[in-house]
């Protein structure tokens, strides 16, 4: 359990995940943000990645048909990154429960350039 939250990893969340999730999950002290918030909104997959790794923010997103085979990629081509988590599309109050469980027991160390299943936090 990472109780630290200077630790947690910093997150960014993608555009199908509920923006109203990263307002909740900064008042308890997590940074999150979504990428409507930081002018990414439509953006193309890949480059949601490249400025999230700029950024030192893992990918939260539901799209896991292009973003397991960008992972794949960075790999494969020895590119850093900050962790990506795909889950399927499920209710917001199941988001909100596994993002929190995922930021409590995850540090941004153990996340970097590793893939995760929200699937693993209920």
């Known amino acids: 359990m990472n109780t630290d939250k200077s630790q947690a990893p910093r997150l960014l969340l993608d555009e199908q995940i509920w923006v109203h999730l990263a307002m909740l999950l900064r008042e308890q002290g997590f940074d999150v943000y979504h990428v409507s918030e930081v002018g ?4 193309p997959d890949p480059e949601i990645l490249r400025v999230a790794a700029e950024r030192r923010q893992a990918v939260v997103t539901f799209n896991t ?7 794949e990629d960075y790999f494969e081509t020895g590119k850093e990154h900050y962790g990506i988590v795909v889950s399927d599309q499920i ?3 199941e ?3 596994r993002v929190s469980a995922l930021l409590n027991s995850v540090t941004a160390e153990e ?8 699937q693993e936090f209920k």
């Open 95 to 97: 988001l909100q429960k």
């Open 91 to 93: 209710a917001q109050g």
């Open 65 to 71: 048909k292009d973003f397991v085979p960008l992972f």
């Open 111 to 118: 996340l970097k350039n590793m893939i995760r299943y929200l």
């Open 40 to 43: 990414l909104d439509h953006t």
